[in-house]
């Protein structure tokens, strides 16, 4: 049997995220972005009803719906549908690589970067005391306080090539449909949940923006689950992917 291509797109990210070799980590995760790239809704049988407005003013209807693809320990596959000009909480992806890829619709996403040059910056001024004390607390006196710098807005659709984060790069987004409803295949590695160094869990934290201390910079400040986001789950219904791949 021929594999399905989204068995090949798991296979490559398998295969990316779990080799030893760090050498060809590059080279691989190059292919699994080109993979990525082309995989529409007809390869995850998407089901494109969803994408109708009236769905998301039925009563009670979350404002995010979830499939879950795939997971185990080391990668998760899922797909985000977002009602119209519905909105991902600002969030972490702590030490993940994460890629998106839009199947339907439009989104932006607002992407800020931790440990830059310009946040360490501005931690070790406010740390030596050289800044507003009471506006620029330094990070180490506050729990859940974050100093983030902006470094991408980007409105991506279909014909886009997939988004991209790493533990160091564009670590923390929101992600807002624009407009429409509007759908992503998202894979991370590793998933939230699974155990990270010197902690029980890798948990999805999230945040608001407490104060603007420089032309691009941010306080961030952690905090609960927005009120107004939550999520329901709508079954898969593509290949099946675990008997195509071959471990
Ligand atoms: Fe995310």
Redesign the pocket.
């Given at each position: 049997m021929s594999k399905t291509y989204l068995a090949k797109v798991l296979k490559q990210a398998l295969n990316t995220f779990t080799s030893k070799n760090s050498e060809i980590f590059s080279t691989n995760f190059a292919t699994l972005i080109a993979l990525l790239d082309k995989v529409t809704t007809e390869h995850v049988d998407f089901p494109t009803q969803i994408l109708d407005p009236k769905v998301w003013t039925l009563p009670d209807k979350a404002p995010v719906s979830c499939i879950t693809i795939y997971e185990d320990s080391k990668i998760s596959m899922g797909i985000f549908i977002l009602k119209p000009n519905g909105k991902?909480p600002l969030?972490n992806?702590p030490d993940m690589h994460?890629l998106?890829k839009v199947l339907a619709g439009q989104v932006k996403i607002v992407s800020y970067s931790i440990n830059t040059e310009k946040t360490k910056e501005i931690d070790l001024k406010s740390h030596q005391g050289s800044m507003d004390r009471l506006a620029m607390p330094p990070v180490s006196n506050k729990p859940g306080l974050v100093t983030a710098e902006l470094v991408e807005i980007t409105v991506a659709n279909s014909n886009s090539p997939p988004c991209v984060?790493n533990p160091n790069f564009k670590n923390l987004?929101e992600?807002q449909s624009v407009n429409e409803p509007a759908a992503f295949l998202?894979i991370?590695s590793p998933p939230y949940d699974c155990p990270e160094p010197g902690s029980e869990t890798r948990t999805?934290s999230y945040y608001s923006k407490l104060c603007q201390v420089s032309p691009d910079v941010y306080r961030l400040q952690e905090t609960i689950s927005p009120s107004w986001y939550w999520t329901d789950s709508i079954p898969y219904t593509g290949p099946d992917l675990e008997a195509e791949v071959i471990f």
């Amino acid at each position: 049997m021929s594999k399905t291509y989204l068995a090949k797109v798991l296979k490559q990210a398998l295969n990316t995220f779990t080799s030893k070799n760090s050498e060809i980590f590059s080279t691989n995760f190059a292919t699994l972005i080109a993979l990525l790239d082309k995989v529409t809704t007809e390869h995850v049988d998407f089901p494109t009803q969803i994408l109708d407005p009236k769905v998301w003013t039925l009563p009670d209807k979350a404002p995010v719906s979830c499939i879950t693809i795939y997971e185990d320990s080391k990668i998760s596959m899922g797909i985000f549908i977002l009602k119209p000009n519905g909105k991902l909480p600002l969030h972490n992806h702590p030490d993940m690589h994460g890629l998106i890829k839009v199947l339907a619709g439009q989104v932006k996403i607002v992407s800020y970067s931790i440990n830059t040059e310009k946040t360490k910056e501005i931690d070790l001024k406010s740390h030596q005391g050289s800044m507003d004390r009471l506006a620029m607390p330094p990070v180490s006196n506050k729990p859940g306080l974050v100093t983030a710098e902006l470094v991408e807005i980007t409105v991506a659709n279909s014909n886009s090539p997939p988004c991209v984060l790493n533990p160091n790069f564009k670590n923390l987004h929101e992600i807002q449909s624009v407009n429409e409803p509007a759908a992503f295949l998202d894979i991370l590695s590793p998933p939230y949940d699974c155990p990270e160094p010197g902690s029980e869990t890798r948990t999805c934290s999230y945040y608001s923006k407490l104060c603007q201390v420089s032309p691009d910079v941010y306080r961030l400040q952690e905090t609960i689950s927005p009120s107004w986001y939550w999520t329901d789950s709508i079954p898969y219904t593509g290949p099946d992917l675990e008997a195509e791949v071959i471990f």
